[in-house]
Each structure stands twice: as C-alpha cells, then as structure tokens.
C-alpha cells in the first residue's frame, strides 16, 4: 500500500469506519467500478491503458486499506 503506508491514525481510523454497515454500498460502488475498470483494461490500446491501470492501482489499493485497516491501525496504536 504505497499510499496508505504512510498514512496517520486519524486517516487509518477514516478508512477503519468503512468497514460499517452504513459504508456497504461505497464500498459495493468501488469494487465494481474496480471490475468494470479490469474488464475496460483487457480491451484497452494505447494511451487508454496507462490510465486504466493508474485507476485500477488506486480502487485496488483502497480496498485493500480498509480490509487491512484494523489490523495496521492496532499496530500505529501500539507504537
């Protein structure tokens, strides 16, 4: 997570509310976006790809960040 590695507690704590009930449909909204992002990248030429794969670099890695965002925030806590 190259973004988010050097992120604060209070950013930690941010990506940490996501994982609530009320956060579901952002995060459905962002994993599809992420699948139909994948699926225009297999299709893509030229200049089209770099900026498809720049798109899907970031879904991925927020998503990535709010399934590891207990876990990373625990460990800032405990420094």
Known sequence: MI???QA???VLASL???KAAEMEPL???FK????????ALIRAEGDTVARLQG???????FLEAVETS?????K???K
């Open 3 to 5: 973004m988010f590695s």
């Open 8 to 10: 604060d507690e209070k």
């Open 16 to 18: 940490l509310r996501m």
């Open 27 to 29: 995060l459905t909204f």
């Open 32 to 39: 599809k976006s992420l699948e139909q992002t994948k699926t």
């Open 55 to 61: 798109r899907a670099g970031v879904l991925q890695e």
């Open 70 to 74: 207990a876990s990373v925030l625990e």
């Open 76 to 78: 800032v806590r405990k």
